[in-house]
């Protein structure tokens, strides 16, 4: 599966964004699917994953509350929706793909397919 990301921008602190994968492949309702993200210096961390139909997500504690991961299998989409942005949110993200018919944990543990990223910048 081959993923692009993209959607990411400037934005002040407090405020909202939406950025998105966009999936190819006739497969990929038959991956779980994950949001990770890399600040300056810092390693890449999990953000958020959701299994293959949406039922089952999962969100690290900077996101909980804050983001939502979402899916469209119709459309070979995933997105995450970030609310209450802080600039400590600033960081390139990534979306990932696990193992084709892996569980969810899959991606969080050893994601198998990376896009390449995009830039969100939370200004103070």
């Known amino acids: 599966v081959q993923l692009q990301a993209y959607g990411g921008g400037l934005v002040q602190a407090g405020g909202s964004l939406r950025i998105s994968c966009a999936a190819s492949?006739?497969?990929?309702?038959?991956?779980?699917m994950g949001w990770f993200r890399q600040a300056p210096g810092k390693e890449r961390e999990l953000v958020a994953a959701i299994s293959w139909t949406g039922g089952s997500t999962y969100y690290q504690d900077h996101a909980r509350g804050r983001f939502t991961i979402t899916r469209d299998n119709a459309k070979n989409m995933v997105y995450l929706e970030m609310n209450d942005l802080k600039p400590e949110d600033t960081a390139v993200y990534y979306c990932?793909?696990?193992?084709?018919?892996?569980?969810?944990?899959?991606?969080?543990?050893?994601?198998?397919?990376w896009g390449q990223g995009t830039q969100v910048t939370v200004s103070s």
């Open positions: 990932a793909a696990g193992g084709l018919d892996e569980a969810i944990i899959s991606v969080i543990r050893t994601p198998q397919f």
């Open positions: 492949g006739s497969t990929f309702s038959r991956y779980a």
